[in-house]
């Protein structure tokens, strides 16, 4: 008897391998100190909290489709034209939304060879073609990304710092970048790091959308802001882009919960100032102080550090990884993002940073 057809996903599809998320628990269940998805110690704003509690009470009716009270104290925190503002289910959603809207099937998007996993799902999953482009030591090359652009390439994604790297471009880099790519590819920029980077010669560059029909800026709640389970983010993009996306999202894709959390958060300077200072003083004690124990850790502007481990049976990645795990201590492996020597280890507290150097400094002082 034939067997009979099924539904079979579209070509791609099946090639995405699913995001692996930071574990969230110890072998034992016991979870000491999550340090693997970078989401902020600090918690978020108490006004954010109270916000999404008074949301609670009118759960029965559908959000404002077009977010409008975020998207005015977006456009007041930064300057920027709220009709040019969209908002989305964290950036990851509004990562795919682009692909969606930009790639045709044997269409191709760039990313970096350690660049944002994410990146290479949306552009699977849109029937785009991903294509990594080599970095220089953990550092986006705008000259690599520059060769790996064909005929075909509509989008370049380009996480700005990087994750999981924590390294950044330069906004002179990222001019010259856009500067000799074709005017009819779209720059995708994720600077979902943004507001941790203190360096002079770094924007998130919604500078130049403005003044250009070829640069997106995707942004997040989830990291400074500290609203990671509510799932909230929004992009800054030319007209055309805006409206295409605005086509393709789903009518009601942000939860008021969500809006009016945003709303209190972005609003809270105070807060996010702390969260800033906080990492100020501890991304480079942990740089430091990991450091010191023989281990590489590449420089780092957003809240998080990537380690490297040596090759040596007893003291690799994994070893550390089953190590710190056993005391309670969960970073992020890095398998998928191709990366199997490294860990990435966010900015904790006070208590969980000076824990996890404790912990290096017994696993690389025991015997191999
Ligand atoms: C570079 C980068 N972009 C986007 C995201 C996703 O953020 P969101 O929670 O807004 O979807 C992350 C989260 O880890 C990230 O590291």
Known sequence: ???????????????????????????????????????????????????????????????????????AAIGRTYGLNPALILCGAGSDELLKLLAHGFLGPGDEAIHTVHGFLVFRIATLSAGGRPVSALESNYTADIDAILRAVTPRTKIVFLANPNNPTGTYLPFNGIKRLRRYLASDVLLVLDAAYAEYVRR????????????????????????????????????????????????????????????????????????????????????????????????????SVANFVLIHFPSTAGRTAADADAFLCARGLILRRLEGFRLPDALRLSVGTEAANRRVVAALSAFMGRAA
């Open 1 to 71: 008897m034939l067997a009979l057809k099924r539904p079979e996903p579209r070509p791609g599809v099946l090639e995405i391998e699913p995001y692996v998320p930071g574990s969230n628990a110890t072998p034992r269940g016991a979870t000491v100190f999550k340090l693997s998805s970078n989401e902020t110690p600090l918690g978020p704003s108490p006004d954010a909290v109270s916000a999404y509690h008074e949301a609670a009470e009118n759960l029965a009716i559908y959000p404002d489709s077009s977010g409008t009270a975020l998207r």
């Open 200 to 299: 002079n010669d770094y924007k998130s560059g919604i500078e130049m959308v403005g003044s250009v029909d070829n640069v997106v800026v995707c942004r997040t709640f989830s990291k400074i802001y500290g609203l990671a389970a509510l799932r909230l983010g929004w992009l800054y993009g030319p007209p055309q882009v805006v409206d295409a996306i605005n086509r393709i999202r789903g009518p009601f894709n942000v939860s008021q919960p969500a809006i009016a959390a945003g709303v209190a958060a972005i609003t809270d300077v105070t807060h996010a100032e702390t969260a800033a200072k906080h990492n100020e003083r501890w991304l480079p004690w942990l740089e430091q102080e990991i450091g010191r124990l023989g281990l590489t850790v590449t420089p």
